[in-house]
């Protein structure tokens, strides 16, 4: 096993819902205080903005806690936690957040990324669905789901608890790489035994979608104003997803980075899911570059909720800056 | 009329509720989109953390913008700007979001200020009752308000429209400094014109509380564990509030800046609602500097929702970083 499977099969591993399952989930609800009848819930985790004509509703999936050792593969724990304290973050784990988009363009309704999908009872993750709901769409109503990469965490939404389509009414469209990648049965085969369930999981979760799945090659749109654009590394089809109406735009950068705070900021920091880690980390600073010069709203998977901002070139580096919260849309 | 008293009418002059609202409200909710169903609302307005025991649930009461030119006393427009735009915000108008911190510490329910109060429908703020409400708090369980200093939009949100009490069974709590400014009679009549409507404005929102009014001293408790702290200049007696329990701490510092992205990454900028700007920018620099030094939360009234985080020293001001949103409390 080479150096790129290692990293793959890691990768692979942590994005297997039963080990992620297994890992502390510090997000977990204490007990109520003692305070009388006030509820302790939050409000429901969606958050709306504009890109020209189009709505973009930020849809939360919860967060999860990971262990932070070897969590980077080359730099020294105590490195890594220096950089998480700046961000005022917890450095005795690495806390993962998880955000899709759903873009109304008044003509079709498009999900980006599904979230961790049906979970047990308790679970912090999972929720994209039931954020939908709260923000008042139902999720037979979407028409186009798009899929950055075929990680777990990002497909797994795509089936409810008994294997069926979440979003009955929707196209999925997905880049032409990824599907290779992750659909050629010999490769599946060949692949090393700890990363064999990603590929099965992958053919699952697609599957009742079967005879509504577009495959596009980078630079396509899947519906007029979204556009799967080409941030291989983290997997060899990892796409960014560009959404733009009239003079607006916003970049949803998927896996381009996990949390800002940690590899926008150490863009060299490499993390064990990034596939191929060096191409990751050169498709990382070449679309940052991009981004934090033309001053374009950028949004991602594993970015603090809302999930949406700016990125400020600093240093080496990059610094995400959270959009203004608005009561109005 | 010296330098200090056109200070104070300038601030009070735009503390006045009928100025304000002649501002633009930028934050006004666009026509829907031809979408389809989908409602286009927001999440309600409050983020829930814990404060050791205590749950802080902090309301927004919705922003407002206001013209940017003379905001800033001491600096080139251009200057502002620049520092406005390497936060990603607006440079035509300045936006102010308001939101107040409710603690609930097993005993006591602590409203810190009030917000913008009855509006006419339509209004961008005034939002914080309605807040309170989507939280699952009425606010006849509120037991205690504590008002970190006099102006609008901190204690018009005191009476109802009818100008009834909008927390009916709560003691309010108050520095006695800042009560002896704005209620001293003789000072009132003494005041430039402009600023006589701001001292009839706080006689009036107090007025339904007679009776069960508290003025205590600079670090006073109001209730066990949240104590008001002197933080002078913005006005006479403005108070930051310490609220602790076991090892954990926030600190709400009310006023101590507008948006961070201004003047606290710029403290020397003196900007026209700080009554005693000299006074304010030292206080500004004594409290962020212990603040950022034992990295203690920060919770501020125009911070950006939820407007809760850290502050870390930044060359010769200072960076606020918003704390981790969570679906879990």
Redesign the interface.
């Known amino acids: 096993m080479d150096r790129r499977h290692v990293m793959l099969g890691a990768a692979a591993a942590l994005a297997t819902p039963a080990l992620l399952r297994a890992a502390p989930a510090v ?4 007990a109520a ?16 903005h ?1 890109v020209g ?3 973009v509703t930020m849809l ?1 999936d ?2 999860r806690a990971i262990p932070l050792a070897n969590f980077v593969r080359n730099a020294p724990l105590e490195e890594v936690q220096r950089t998480l304290a ?4 917890p450095t005795d784990s690495f ?1 993962i ?1 998880f955000t899709a988009p759903l873009v ?4 079709h ?1 498009v999900l980006i990324d599904t979230g961790n999908g049906a979970q047990p009872a308790g679970s ?1 993750v999972g ?1 994209v669905a039931a954020n939908m709901r ?4 139902d999720p037979a ?1 979407v028409t186009t789901v798009v899929i950055s990469h075929f990680h777990g965490d990002h497909i797994n939404g795509l089936t409810l608890a008994d294997g069926s389509a979440a979003y009955p009414n929707a196209e999925v469209v997905v880049n032409e790489a990824e599907w290779r990648f992750w659909m050629d049965e010999g490769a599946a085969a060949r692949a090393p035994e700890a990363m064999r369930p990603a590929f099965a999981n992958a053919a699952n979760r697609f599957r009742p979608y079967q005879g509504r799945i577009r495959q596009v090659a980078a630079g396509a749109e899947a519906v007029p104003g979204i556009r799967l654009d080409a941030a291989y590394g983290h997997t060899p089809g990892h796409s960014a997803v560009h959404i733009a109406d009239g003079t607006e735009q916003m970049l949803y950068v998927a896996d381009l980075t996990n949390r800002p705070e940690l590899n926008a900021r150490r863009p060299d920091f490499h993390i064990v899911f990034d596939m191929d880690a060096t191409a990751a980390e050169a498709t990382r600073r070449r679309i940052f570059d991009r981004v934090a010069a033309e ?1 374009m709203r950028v949004a991602g998977f594993h970015f ?3 999930a949406a ?2 990125m ?1 070139k600093e240093g080496n580096g990059y610094r995400f ?9």
Chains 1, 2 share one sequence.
């Open positions: 997000a977990q609800a204490p205080a003692a305070s009388g009848p006030a509820p302790l819930g939050q409000a429901p985790g969606f958050f709306r504009r004509g189009f709505t939360n919860g967060s700046e961000s005022f973050l806390r957040p109304d363009t008044g003509r309704l912090p929720l709260a923000a008042g769409v109503r001053r603090p909720f809302p901002g700016f400020a800056v959270p959009g203004d919260w608005s009561a109005a849309v």
